[in-house]
């Protein structure tokens, strides 16, 4: 089979939530529709090709402008937006998902604690001092988007066969004119196009003993590229009941507006982490694991569950939908990919060279900090120009360079077996050297025994004695070790000959699971109260320090000990806000007592010391 017929037989099912406005396309519709820039710090972007006449051959001239020359695409521009005219106010941004049936869920700000809700103020402050993409953008986009779906209806998605460490990594990117998280889904950003990818790892159906795959290859493992999870996080193996599929075709479940891809249909809790919080986050990280694991303190139940690992209140929380009952695009689905278009970026004169030769971002630059709203470079880049690891080395990607394809398993265990076997002989050869060494000082040592005019040639011999002694423990040590681990090995190679696979998910650090829905006392109210409890903190804050000045540390105490019960009340957390307060004072009131009476406390610890060494010394004298 060629590369794209193998592909086909593998390509992935796109399961979109309702509500989503952009779908994968092919580039050379947007690109017609975009214009050309480039800017350099302190000045103007510069047009260098206007819309409507960019072409890829003009996309992909070389150029040099400088080291600190950024190039960027423009999918919306003002006089894009000035043609649409009022149909821009027709369009409220987030009535365009509710249209198409999309309906918030449990409010986001009601899933966490004020911290969290603090944090998520200052990140939405944060936007009106960093590059954003306007609103009108987003919903021009949707327009725009909607005129070249009219003028030809399409889906498409850039596939890649790459072969490596045994591996035949299918790679499928999928191209997005608009990611509309933030205006759409009240998520994290937007940004002008968005490149999303999935990867599907086969190797050579070689074994004798197992069935023949119909292509000569058979899949082993799948990785979906999902917001921040890396490396062994991303993937699940191919018989994983996690991964979804219709025949040989896995399901992927889309967020909307963000397009980041999941495994199971529902709502992913995503949390930011605003830069300058870093260190107040990884503190927090580090108190919350002594809080559990070595005082084993009361821990909510919801912190317990698999789909979140880490829980910190400086982290901004966002949802995710990926509920999957909207469009469905691929096998067997209303709607079908056209033919999958192939990266030979090696060919100078491949159509799709632009994959290589176009190192620019693909929509607005908007000079964001963060970069989370400026456009995203193309599948093979970074926005800094670099080649990105999940192009270069799609295995490290995912975590799959310490793990063999299954067809070279048994022969590399079994190579690695004689490997120690080989260092087992060289070890006893080293054993015995060492001893006749060790024993050929000792027997010079106690001849010397007692002999003033030896003495230096004595001390010299007795430090050899110690150090040879030392490295002959140390050699039997690892000969020790390494028996256990040729015995282990033996075991592991009896397993695999019988089929044993091993455990699927032990690789699996942080799962990415749907959070369950909170159930909350008087639910829409609580929602209500997650929405205003912040700005109305705040507000009570300023009317103490300027009406009740002289009682304002009492009135702060007062303030956040109602808001604490109001939100334990809504969540059903009363049991566990008096037991976590009941431990908190008692490690206090530990601390305190400890501060004012430490000198008595050591007196009464030294006599009771002092007590038990005379029971347990006259328990010995008198047998």
Partial sequence: MNDQDLLRRFEPIVRYTKGEQFFPMDIEPYIRNCSLWMQKPGREAICLVPDGQL??????????????????????????????????????????????????????????????RFIDALFSISLFARGRVPGDTAVGACLEYERIMAEKEHYSYYGRVIHQDGWIVLQYWFFYAFNNWRSGFSGVNDHESDWEMICIYLYENEDKG???????????????ASHDFHGDDLRRRWDDPEVQKVGEHPIIYTGAGSHASYFSSGEYMTEVVLPFLTPMVRLLDQFQRFWRRVLKQYQPELLQEEHQTTFNLFHVPFIDYARGDGLSIGY???????????????????????????????????????????????????????????????????????????????????????????????????????RTELIGFSVEAEAMQGLPYLKKQYKSHYKQLITLSAELVNLRDNLAANDILLETLDQYIQRLQAGDRGAMRAHIHHGHHPVPDIEFRYGR????????????????????FFLAPERMGLGVIILLSVMIFIESTFRKQLQGLVSGLTNMLAVVASLVLLFEFSLPIMMVAVLVMGGYIIWQNLREFLG
């Fill in 55 to 116: 072409t890829i051959e003009k996309l992909i001239e070389l150029r040099a402008d400088g080291f600190e020359a950024v190039y960027f695409l423009r999918f919306i521009e003002e006089h894009d937006l000035e043609k649409l005219g009022t149909k821009l106010f027709k369009y409220p941004l987030r009535n365009i998902a509710r249209k198409k049936g999309f309906r918030p869920g449990r409010g986001r700000l009601a899933r966490v604690g004020y911290s969290s």
């Fill in 332 to 434: 067997q689905q209303e709607k079908q990919w056209d033919t999958p278009r192939l990266f030979t970026p090696q060919l100078p004169n491949s159509k799709e060279c632009w994959v290589s030769h176009y190192r620019g971002l693909w929509g607005l630059y908007t000079h964001d900090p963060v970069s989370g709203e400026d456009a995203p470079a193309g599948p093979m880049y970074n926005r800094n120009g670099s080649v990105r690891n999940a192009w270069f080395d799609p295995i490290s990607w995912a975590g799959l360079s310490k793990v063999p394809p299954p067809n070279q398993v048994l022969a590399q265990t079994r190579a690695r077996r004689a490997e120690i076997e080989a260092e087992q002989t060289k070890l006893n050869e080293s054993i015995a050297a060492k």
């Fill in 525 to 544: 109210l609580a929602e209500v109260w997650a929405s205003i409890s912040m700005g109305l903190i705040m507000i009570i804050f300023v009317g103490l």
């Fill in 210 to 224: 197992e069935v023949k795959h119909p292509l000569g290859y058979k899949p082993e493992w799948i990785a979906y």
